[in-house]
């Protein structure tokens, strides 16, 4: 089974400038997650979806950050304009249906590393 | 206050040691506690998760629950130098499918 897909892996951008992350989710997995992960500190949600629909939003900073699921299986997330405090890991992860009395199992792909200077 | 709190480390142990690591929570709505093992630059791998309060045990690897004192952790045993990697607690509330992450404890397994 192929894990999860993301690019770039990493990305240096200036501040201001706008940069766009792309997710390939496991075959067939409904759920699919963008997570932040600062440097030192543990991932962060900032949307989920499922399928092609938001099921939560509340942390992501809407007025940079914007994220879209076309057809319920690839995801982009996009920061414009970015601001140094961005620099992180953004990782996309992706989850099937859970069977009763389970979580979801989580699924995380590589991360793609983002310096913003 | 933050949700979930682990302590950092750096945790640095001999091969073959007991390794335990542990987070503590505030939201008592978190029903299901997880552990992710995190190699550098790749992404958290699932390790184990436990619904109740309780030991759960796979392997070299135990994790135990107290909901009462909200407080996790998660034993090693045998240690091996391919065990060095950050750990994170995880949780999941009811009604909710994301998770609440600790913000890691990096762990180095000497040989």
């Known amino acids: 089974e192929a894990g999860v897909a993301q690019s770039p892996r990493y990305k240096i951008i200036e501040k201001r400038q706008s940069v766009a992350f792309w997710c390939n989710p496991i075959?067939?997995?409904?759920?699919l997650y963008w997570y932040q992960q600062i440097l030192g500190q543990g991932p962060k949600l900032l949307i989920q979806f499922q399928n092609n629909g938001v099921v939560d939003d509340s942390q992501l900073p809407k007025d940079r950050f914007s994220a879209e699921r076309l057809k319920g299986v690839d995801s982009t997330l996009k920061i414009q304009p970015a601001k140094l405090e961005d620099s992180a890991v953004y990782l996309c992860a992706s989850s099937g249906m859970a069977s009763s009395g389970s979580p979801d199992t989580q699924y995380f792909g590589p991360g793609t590393r983002l310096t913003v200077l | 206050q933050k949700e979930v709190e682990q302590d950092p480390g750096p945790l640095s142990v001999p091969e073959g040691a007991i390794v335990s690591l542990n987070c503590t929570y505030s939201n008592s709505a978190f029903q299901y506690f997880m552990w992710y093992r995190q190699y550098s630059r790749k992404g958290p791998e699932l390790l184990m998760y436990?619904?109740?309060?309780g030991n759960k045990e796979d392997g070299r690897f135990t994790a135990q629950v107290d909901k009462s004192s909200k407080y996790i952790s998660l034993f090693i045993r045998d240690s091996q130098p391919s065990d060095s990697a950050t750990y994170l607690c995880?949780?999941?509330?009811?009604?909710?499918?994301?998770?609440?992450f600790g913000s890691g404890t990096r762990l180095q397994v000497q040989p």
């Open positions: 436990t619904y109740s309060s």
């Open positions: 075959s067939g997995h409904a759920t």
């Open positions: 995880a949780m999941v509330d009811t009604g909710r499918r994301a998770l609440t």
